[in-house]
């Protein structure tokens, strides 16, 4: 299976196999003009399958969105034909990537303050409301900020 | 310039000195009834509350200050949509510091951020309320002597009760110290406690739903209130609402020196029968609150 080469725009790679949908959603891709190409359960030699997504054109990317998603995501910044692989790490905060769920929070109420997540166990992985300690909650999509 | 969002804000030291000047004003009040002369206190409570602001108002009369604020919502711009930022934006010009009530969870966080004078949390939802905490390790202090080698059991609303949540997370740096967390399943602490405090600082701890087993064990014995208004829905309020209740009966079992303590207001949790007993501190825990509250209103607005 072939997807063309890109002069100007992303490689995601190394996405654990099955959560490029997440990924799509969390980065709302959905509503880009420029072609996306989604490669799910792709062989690869170090994870035995990955995703990869592919996106023809420099768009504003939300790294620490991808972070907090999978750590363990490159992402293959392409300009002009030349390439500049970034990895992605866990971040120790989340800004307007994700809303609170909990219905007692003040961001359930004042919808103009930032949504603000920390890092409180980076070994489970753990991030909470930084306003009332409500945990995130995984691979939930509709906790994405849009 | 501090504020007082969270127990944990307050180093151990701070909590240490906080409790030594309240107890100096306890011994000579008449040191302390100048100190704040010409300085303003706010209190905006957007929830109803009798001890906690009235002992916030008692604590800054009594170091000579003045006080103004609301203690409802209603009557405040908040029921025109105003924000928490703006209404304490605003504040920060007509006082030298605010002590904050919210019914939403981080509302006085976002006060702190906005604010241009310390905020104290004065409660928030079921969330925190620090000066409580001050006020239960104050009285703590005074009753037992000591913060270590203490099995403290913790009875009734745990989910909801924000007393008991700062109250944990204070008593959690201290040595040899047991809690017994008894409570219904609906209502057991949350998670976030019971793991990145309890689990992750390897304290011990039991839960359990019955008091009475509970009960031989406990040096302090801390009972909340199921609070209705932290329920969306009327009929697990009125089921989980008499889980446990306090009598002289259930006290037979207790230690001599145990210590009853409540943050109040009580509904029916501890009978009047029990009020008369010597274990009963909750009054005295009451009384306590006023001058914690000044030795933290002298600390935040550093007069020394």
Redesign the interface.
């Known amino acids: 299976m072939n997807v063309d080469s890109i002069q100007n725009g992303y490689v995601i790679d190394h996405i654990q196999s099955g959560r490029a949908m997440e990924i799509y959603d969390a980065l709302n891709l959905g509503t880009l003009q420029c072609s996306v190409a989604i490669l799910m359960n792709v062989p690869s030699s170090k994870m035995g399958r990955k995703d990869i997504i592919k996106i023809d054109q420099l768009i504003r990317l939300n790294f620490t969105a991808l972070g907090y998603i999978d750590p363990g995501i490159t992402v293959n910044i392409i300009t002009n034909g030349s390439v500049q692989k970034r990895r992605m790490e866990l971040p120790a905060e989340l800004r307007d990537v994700l809303i609170c769920k ?9 919808q ?2 930032p949504q603000v997540f920390r890092l ?2 980076p070994v489970s992985r ?1 991030y ?8 995130a909650k995984r691979a939930e999509t509709s906790s994405f900020k849009r | 310039m501090r504020s007082l969002i969270d127990i944990l804000d307050l180093s151990t030291q701070e909590i240490d000195e906080l409790l030594a000047t309240a107890q100096d004003i306890i011994l000579n009040p008449q040191k302390y009834s100048e100190k704040c002369r010409g300085k303003k206190l706010a209190t905006l409570f957007f929830e109803p509350s009798t001890r906690t602001r009235l002992s916030f108002e008692a604590a800054m009369y009594e170091l000579g200050g003045n006080v103004l604020g609301f203690s409802e919502a209603a009557s405040s711009s908040a029921s025109k949509g105003e924000s928490v930022a703006d209404t304490v934006r605003v504040v920060s010009c007509y006082a030298d510091i605010i002590a904050m009530r919210h019914p939403k969870e981080g509302a006085p966080l976002v006060a702190s951020m906005y604010a241009s004078v310390p905020i104290i949390n004065a409660g928030d939802g079921g969330h925190n309320h620090p000066t409580q905490t001050l006020t239960d390790l104050l009285t703590i202090k005074r009753e037992k002597g000591k913060f270590d080698h203490l099995t403290i059991g913790l009875c009734g609303d745990l989910k909801f009760g924000r007393t008991v949540h700062s109250l944990i997370g204070a008593l959690s740096r201290y040595h040899n110290i047991k809690f017994i967390l008894i409570s219904p399943d609906e209502l057991k602490i949350p998670d976030y406690i019971r793991n990145d405090i309890l689990i992750k600082k390897a304290i011990p701890f039991e839960e359990t739903s019955s008091l009475e087993e509970a009960m031989p064990q406990l040096d302090i014995l801390y009972m909340t209130r199921v609070q209705r208004e932290r329920f969306f829905n009327e009929a697990d309020y009125i089921r989980l609402k008499d889980s446990y209740i306090l009598n002289p009966e259930k006290l037979r079992s207790a230690k001599k020196d145990m210590c009853i303590l409540h943050p109040l207001p009580r509904v029916n949790e501890i009978t009047t029968a029990v009020d008369d007993d010597p274990r009963a501190c909750y009054f005295r825990q009451a009384l306590n609150g006023k001058y914690v509250r000044m030795a933290l209103i002298l600390k935040l607005l550093e007069v020394k």
Do not use: F, G, V
């Open positions: 909990n219905p007692r929070c003040i961001t359930s109420i004042e103009e303050l409180t166990d753990t909470r409301c930084i306003y009332c300690d409500t945990q």
